[in-house]
């Protein structure tokens, strides 16, 4: 079985900055893409930012440079750094793998951007 664990999120002042991390373990072959979604309540989960099997990251249109994604192969680990934070993405953060042809959530983490 595959899980999940998402930590880092929180608490934060508009234009601060927060560093998730998801972790995967359990049977896992081949990952083709492992990112970040998020969602509001009432909205549809968008993504957030993803990187494929091949290395390429892939960005929502809302971040605009704001966010970097990143991936530690070998730990089976995706990391989201987020800066310059509006109150705007206040929301849950779900971690998001694709595994073979199976896609895995997270439990979710919240980030609050607020004074």
């Known amino acids: 079985q595959v899980q999940l664990v998402e930590s880092g999120g929180g608490l934060v002042q508009p234009g601060g900055s927060l560093r998730l991390s998801c972790a995967a373990s359990?049977?896992?072959?081949?990952?083709?893409?492992m990112g970040w979604y998020r969602q509001v309540p009432g909205k549809v989960r968008e993504l957030v930012a993803e990187?494929?099997?091949?290395?390429?990251?892939i960005y929502g249109d809302f971040v605009k440079g704001r966010f970097t994604v990143s991936r530690e192969s070998a730990k089976n680990t995706v990391y989201l750094q987020m800066n310059s934070l509006k109150p705007e993405d206040t929301a849950v953060y779900y971690c998001?793998?694709?595994?073979?042809?199976?896609?895995?959530w997270g439990k979710g983490t919240l980030v609050t951007v607020s004074t």
């Open positions: 998001h793998m694709v595994e073979q042809f199976t896609p895995y």
């Open positions: 359990g049977s896992i072959s081949g990952i083709n893409a």
């Open positions: 990187v494929t099997r091949t290395g390429r990251a």
